[in-house]
Nanobody, 121 residues
């Protein structure tokens, strides 16, 4: 069964950091590449980052490169998204997703419930 549960969202000021967590069911974690999407008000959803099942391959959207880092912890069945130097335009609902491939943001196979990130002074 595919299952993803996000946490870690909140309100931060510009320039601050936030770390999102995604706990996956063991089946999801072992067999699926996992990524993060985001959806801001009045904007289209967009892929943020992805990571392969073995953790060796990662991908990032251009806006995330150099600021965000995706990682996974096998002992906890958890995927993280470390977000640094946050900007107001990063404000969105962030979703953990199961991907067909770690660098394919076309159509995620499964979505978590989302966690809200607000960047504002």
């Amino acid at each position: 069964q595919l299952q993803l549960v996000e946490s870690g969202g909140g309100l931060v000021q510009p320039g601050e950091s936030l770390k999102l967590s995604c706990v996956a069911s063991k089946f999801t974690y072992d067999y699926y590449d996992i990524g993060w999407f985001r959806k801001a008000p009045e904007k289209l959803r967009e892929g943020v980052a992805g990571i392969s099942t073995d953790g060796r391959s990662t991908s990032y959207a251009d806006f995330a490169k150099g600021r965000f880092t995706i990682s996974r912890d096998n002992a906890k069945n958890t995927v993280y998204l470390q977000m640094n130097s946050l900007k107001p335009e990063d404000t969105a609902d962030y979703y953990c997703v199961a991907l067909a491939r770690w660098n394919d943001y076309g159509d995620p196979l499964h979505w978590g419930q989302g966690t809200q990130v607000t960047v504002s002074s």
